[in-house]
């Protein structure tokens, strides 16, 4: 088991903040804190086009982004379709931990889940909320199940 030692100053004489990471190694973990860390200053925000417009998107209100085709499609509560120039693993990083792949062309939003259902060949069948359906692919099923905790 690794110790972690954290420690944090705050003083109103550091106008920006300055982290100092020591470490033997750089591992994975300490590879997305970091890119964590740098995301702190970036304003994110998401857009998508539809009928020639384009429309500012509320994290909270997608409940899946899958590849179609050639496009990059987002689905909201709202029944809209948007499609999205950043490819799919940015997006994975940008949405946060209300968001998983469930496979190679898909990303759905935990709390939009209706249902699961296991199939015979090892992937497992999601509805969403408005009936929409995805599968989990073999690849992602031990990574989903054990982030719901089943």
């Keep these: 088991m690794i110790i972690l030692k954290i420690e944090i100053k705050i003083d109103t004489e550091y106008e920006e903040p300055h982290i100092t990471i ?5 591992t994975p973990t300490i590879q997305a804190a970091i890119s964590l860390l740098q995301q702190e200053n970036e304003e994110q925000i998401l857009t998508g086009i539809a009928n020639n417009k384009t429309y500012i998107i509320d994290p909270n209100s997608i409940i899946v982004i899958r590849t179609e085709g050639r496009e990059l499609a987002l689905y909201d509560e709202d029944d809209h379709r948007l499609i999205l120039s950043k490819p799919l693993y940015e997006l994975e990083q ?4 209300n968001f998983i792949r469930i496979s190679k062309s898909a990303i759905i939003n935990l709390s939009k889940i209706k249902n ?3 199939s015979f060949n090892g992937t497992m069948e999601i509805e969403l909320v408005l009936g929409i359906k995805e599968v989990i692919s073999r690849n992602y099923r031990k ?3 054990k982030r719901l905790g089943v």
Excluded: V
């Design 143 to 145: 990574q989903f199940k």
């Design 116 to 118: 699961i259902e296991a």
């Design 22 to 26: 020591c470490t033997a190694k750089l």
């Design 94 to 97: 940008l949405l946060g931990n």
